[in-house]
């Protein structure tokens, strides 16, 4: 079954403490990306990949950090996380235009 | 202005009732259109894409206007379940996406 795989669905963690968010596609597609999702501002860009060792910053990069060692594996870092970055985080691996995401990632940072 | 904007509603509408919404894009050069659904917070679903001669999927029918530089989706006979976000996503290399039109279906 194609699917993309995020870990953990819940975090509860305190500012500052690093974490990563990990994303696993089985559908050998080249594409992948994060998003952060906040109420009114629907899907934001955070950081994207087009094959593996090639990354680049969508709309909203500041605070994360992103690498892509192999073609399944795309892992969001939060190497010092925030208050403001509380939100709905979801990975999608993409190809021709149709998005298959995760589940999601609900992060709270206090 | 957004790249892709959308009403966010709610569209509070009866059972049985036929819907539509717009969302309208600003990159003239924009070759993928696609409606996606989202329950809830949960993870966004391909829902159709959509075609230049418009194109239908049971109850749902989407078009693309691309002089007006718009696409449309209709939902006819609205059931119970069809209550969720729809979020119009313009592509092709970095899809673009609206903040959705929240759809309530009342019995």
């Known amino acids: 079954e194609a699917q993309v795989t995020q870990n953990p669905r819940y975090l509860i963690t305190v500012t500052g403490k690093k974490l990563t968010v990990t994303c696993s596609q089985n559908m050998n597609h080249e594409y992948m990306s994060w998003y952060r999702q906040d109420p009114g501002l629907g899907l934001r860009q955070i950081y994207y990949?087009?094959?593996?060792?090639?990354?680049d910053k969508g709309d909203v990069p500041e605070g994360y950090k992103v690498s892509r060692k192999e073609k399944r594996n795309f892992p969001l870092i939060l190497e010092s996380p925030s208050p403001n970055q509380t939100s709905l985080y979801f990975c999608a691996s993409i190809q021709r235009g149709q998005a298959f995401f995760g589940q999601g990632t609900r992060l709270t940072v206090v | 202005r957004k790249e892709v904007e959308q009403d966010p509603g709610p569209f509070n509408v009866p059972e049985g009732a036929t819907v539509a919404f717009n969302c309208t894009y600003s990159n003239s050069a924009s070759q993928s259109f696609f409606w996606y659904r989202q329950d809830c917070r949960k993870e966004p679903k391909l829902l159709m894409s959509?075609?230049?001669?418009?194109n239908e999927d049971g109850r749902f029918t989407a078009q693309l206007n691309r002089a007006s530089q718009y696409i449309s989706l209709l939902i006819r006979d609205s059931k119970l379940s069809d209550s969720a976000t729809y979020l119009c996503v313009v592509g092709p290399y970095q899809l673009i996406w609206g903040a959705g039109t929240k759809l309530i279906i009342k019995p």
């Open positions: 990949s087009m094959n593996v060792e090639v990354t």
């Open positions: 959509v075609y230049s001669s418009g």
